[in-house]
């Protein structure tokens, strides 16, 4: 699914990832774990081709992604990978169901179809009847879920999240960690997932500890 090789990444003279060899087989659940400043976030990225490596190689479903130009790589992030953030980054001018919609109609998809998989990915929520309502009218775990139902509009083969959980009450938070379980067996999606949450980190199918850019076998 997702094939890293001798990812290296520097700002300036600080170097954040120092060398990362990383596979990701399909249909995995996978968290990332480590300290503020470890490389984390910096990595997610590189997976989900919104930064360059400075050097080393980056494979999802078997297409090298240094070899495709700018527009090819914008359409392919957009088909093929959901990103879910702490902060859900709801348009707040748009519904519930059109901020799901959005991703689909960039893709070319009809109206008519983008309803359709909203409404569906709404329904699977158990939040249909929030569809017509703003950001400002749902609650934090209800923003999250249309967050989510957003990443996965376009049936993405991978869904990339960074601390997802991060600003939801406890409830909220374990109600989401669920979600992301029922979405794997229902929809067939990878879940590469950056967490400081040790019981998300915990219930996930595998772990990958960075320590100062590295990864570290535990």
Do not use: W
Not at 34 to 60: F, N, R, W, Y
Not at 86 to 102: C, D, G, K, R, S
Not at 122 to 144: C, V, Y
Not at 193 to 199: A, F, L, N, R, S
């Amino acid at each position: 699914m997702i094939k890293l090789k001798g990812i290296t990444k520097k700002f300036g003279t600080v170097e954040v990832l120092k060398g990362i060899d990383l596979d990701i087989k399909e249909g995995e659940i996978v968290s990332i774990v480590g300290p503020s400043g470890a490389g984390k976030t910096t990595l997610l990225q590189i997976m989900g081709t919104l930064d360059e490596p400075d050097s080393g190689s980056v494979h999802i479903n078997n297409t090298h992604i240094k070899q495709m130009g700018e527009k090819e790589l914008s359409a392919f992030r957009n088909k093929q990978i959901g990103f879910v953030f702490q902060f859900h980054q709801l348009l707040p001018e748009f519904t519930a169901l059109e901020n799901i919609m959005i991703p689909a109609l960039i893709a070319g998809v009809s109206t008519k179809e983008a309803t359709t998989r909203a409404q569906e990915l709404l329904a699977f929520m158990n939040i249909s009847d929030r569809a017509t309502h703003k950001p400002n009218e749902l609650s934090g775990g209800e923003k999250q879920r249309v967050a989510v139902a957003r990443a996965l509009i376009n049936r993405p083969a991978v869904v990339l999240a960074d601390e997802p959980s991060g600003s939801l009450d406890t409830h909220s938070k374990e109600e989401l960690h669920q979600l992301f379980f029922d979405l794997r067996n229902h929809y067939g999606q990878t879940f590469i997932i950056v967490t400081h949450d040790e019981g998300l980190a915990s219930i996930t199918d595998r772990t990958i500890h960075i320590v100062d850019g590295v990864i570290k076998m535990c």
